[in-house]
């Protein structure tokens, strides 16, 4: 059991700072199991040559994974040691639930709430995803079964989501005269477009795998159960990349894209320059030259 270094308990305050799927499935992942604040969050961490990739899995099946006090604390505490921990480069997210990656709010919960309850809770899971959103690695969301109402828009604050040809998402707030308070309004149609999200939200529809990475709202739909070994492919990927030019490219292409061109091409230039004089950069050239694999450290 490793425990992390402790984590600052003032969530609000702290700043954002290719295996085929037939070998991954005969190859022995290890993993290093994380200090915990909830049972029903765990957070994992991949060790050998998968070390820099991180594992959050969710883990309540009474309730499909719904999101309670108790696993947004836990989403809270393993989100805050990510970001804490120098060494990590890629987050997966992912359900050990079968056919389930969550089912959005815990209703049951949520009617003994008073209505301010209510709105400090939404509030607390609105700055969570958009704290999980803003993480400095890439973070994957690994989508088997439902995704709903306050699951898919944790998915949508991911930078990539991977999902099985069984997966169901939608967002059905409106049939429970609500709307989706925790970004789901403004994360979906800028990956979907406007007018899409409205209707999907408009009228609460679910969509299937295939329909969902046909307009875009997933990266990559694969057979059923085999979404985790396409996340951990992408991820090995990105693991073997210069980790400080994955975040400065997670920062350019996050600030630029709400910018006017100029702007964005400003903070392109910036997060470029903060590469030049790295150690890594200097890997990466002696690498090519040497016709070898880079080294890189973080330097």
């Keep these: 059991m490793v425990v992390l270094t402790s984590v600052a308990k003032s969530f609000k305050n702290l700043k954002i700072q290719s295996s085929s799927t037939h070998l991954f499935r005969?190859?022995?992942?290890?993993?290093?199991?994380?200090?915990?604040?909830?049972?029903?969050?765990?957070?994992?961490?991949?060790?050998?040559?998968?070390?820099?990739?991180?594992?959050?899995?969710?883990?309540?099946?009474?309730?499909?994974?719904?999101?309670?006090?108790?696993?947004?604390?836990?989403?809270?505490?393993?989100?805050?040691?990510?970001?804490?921990?120098?060494?990590?480069?890629?987050?997966?997210?992912?359900?050990?639930?079968?056919?389930?990656?969550?089912?959005?709010?815990?209703?049951?919960?949520?009617?003994?709430?008073?209505?301010?309850?209510?709105?400090?809770?939404v509030h607390s899971l609105r700055s969570t995803f958009s704290y999980l959103e803003e993480l400095y690695i890439p973070t994957i969301a690994v989508i088997e079964g439902a995704a709903l109402g306050g699951g898919l828009e944790m998915a949508l604050s991911c930078d990539l989501r991977i999902c099985g040809e069984n997966a169901v998402l939608g967002l059905p707030e409106t049939g429970l005269a609500i709307i989706p308070g925790a970004g789901g309004t403004q994360r979906l149609p800028r990956l979907v477009g406007k007018s899409k999200a409205k209707e999907l939200i408009f009228t609460g529809q679910k969509i299937g795998g295939r329909d969902a990475m046909s307009m875009g709202l997933v990266n990559y739909c694969v057979a059923a159960g085999e979404a985790r070994a396409k996340a951990l492919e992408i991820a090995r990927d990105i693991n073997q990349k210069g980790p400080l030019a994955i975040r400065m490219a997670k920062r350019a292409i996050d600030g630029g894209v709400e910018?006017?061109?100029?702007?964005?091409?400003?903070?392109?230039?910036?997060?470029?320059e903060q590469l030049l004089h790295t150690k890594d950069r200097l890997e990466g050239l002696a690498a090519f030259a040497e016709r070898r694999k880079p080294n890189y450290t973080g330097q």
């Design 26 to 121: 005969f190859r022995s992942i290890r993993t290093l199991l994380l200090q915990s604040a909830s049972e029903s969050v765990k957070l994992q961490q991949l060790t050998d040559s998968d070390s820099g990739i991180l594992e959050v899995n969710l883990e309540r099946p009474a309730t499909k994974n719904a999101i309670g006090k108790d696993m947004l604390s836990g989403l809270q505490y393993a989100f805050e040691a990510v970001n804490k921990d120098a060494a990590a480069k890629v987050l997966m997210i992912c359900s050990s639930v079968p056919k389930v990656f969550c089912a959005g709010a815990d209703l049951k919960e949520r009617k003994t709430m008073s209505p301010s309850d209510v709105q400090n809770f």
């Design 259 to 272: 910018l006017d061109m100029a702007s964005a091409l400003a903070l392109e230039e910036d997060c470029y």
